[in-house]
């Protein structure tokens, strides 16, 4: 159980364009999901959590009017990448904690987004 | 939030015991220690999780000491699939949001 997948799992697109990733918890309900991003040779960095049916809670530096979060039901988050340039270049992972008395959270197997 | 430390990088020999130590010195009495190992280019896997007392579970066993200012992660029998970057966390609970603060991890390498 508690299984996390994304959508898709590489995607390369042109400079300007906008790119959605999905993040779906296959076996659970998710009340929090949470989005990740990570550089080569890098740890992860937490960019923002999501609740369902609320706004987003961005981390400091996180641009969210470039990073569009929707959490529209228990078992799926999306993050869009608008206008997204080289430097958004990165491999974006997905979390989903199941919460109530389990709160480890389980993460997806990431989305590698190049941008040329 | 609580931060750890841990080494950069470790090696092992393949069957042996490998010994993954983490320094949570800030941690509060109501954060727990989270375990979680990346293998290249996936996401992470949760291995283990504990508040006071020690934890065991088919994957490993996790040790933390009485003032629950560092702990450490036993893989008791490392074979070459163990080899990944192994991050430890203290859940932070602002908010109630129980994020994750990833540290730089330790590189695990298993040697044949």
């Known amino acids: 159980g508690a299984v996390v997948s994304q959508h898709p799992s590489r995607v390369i697109c042109k400079s300007g364009t906008s790119v959605k990733i999905e993040c779906r918890s296959l076996d659970f309900q998710a009340t929090t999901m949470f989005w990740y991003r990570q550089f080569p040779k890098k740890s992860l960095m937490l960019m923002a959590t999501?609740?369902?049916?609320?706004?987003?809670?961005?981390e400091q530096g996180v641009e969210k009017d470039k990073f569009l979060i929707n959490h529209a039901s228990l078992t799926l988050s999306t993050l869009t990448v608008t206008s997204a340039h080289p430097e958004d270049s990165s491999f974006y992972i997905c979390?989903?904690?199941?919460?109530?008395?389990?709160?480890?959270?389980?993460f997806g197997p990431g989305t590698r987004l190049t941008v040329l | 939030d609580a931060k750890t430390t841990q080494p950069p990088s470790m090696d092992c020999a393949e069957g042996r015991a490998a010994n993954l130590p983490c320094n949570h010195s800030t941690i509060s009495g109501n954060e727990y220690v989270y375990w979680y190992r990346q293998i290249h280019s996936q996401g992470p896997q949760y291995i283990i999780h504990?508040?006071?007392n020690n934890e065991t579970n088919e994957m490993a066993s996790l040790i933390i000491t009485e003032d629950r200012k560092s702990s450490t992660l036993i893989l008791p029998h490392a074979t070459l699939r163990d080899t990944a970057v192994y991050y430890c966390?203290?859940?932070?609970?602002?908010?109630?949001?129980?994020?994750?603060?990833f540290g730089t991890g330790t590189r695990l390498k298993v040697l044949a």
């Open positions: 504990g508040l006071k």
């Open positions: 999501s609740n369902e049916g609320s706004k987003a809670t961005y």
């Open positions: 966390i203290v859940r932070a609970t602002t908010s109630g949001t129980y994020k994750y603060i």
């Open positions: 979390s989903a904690r199941r919460g109530g008395s389990y709160n480890e959270q389980f």
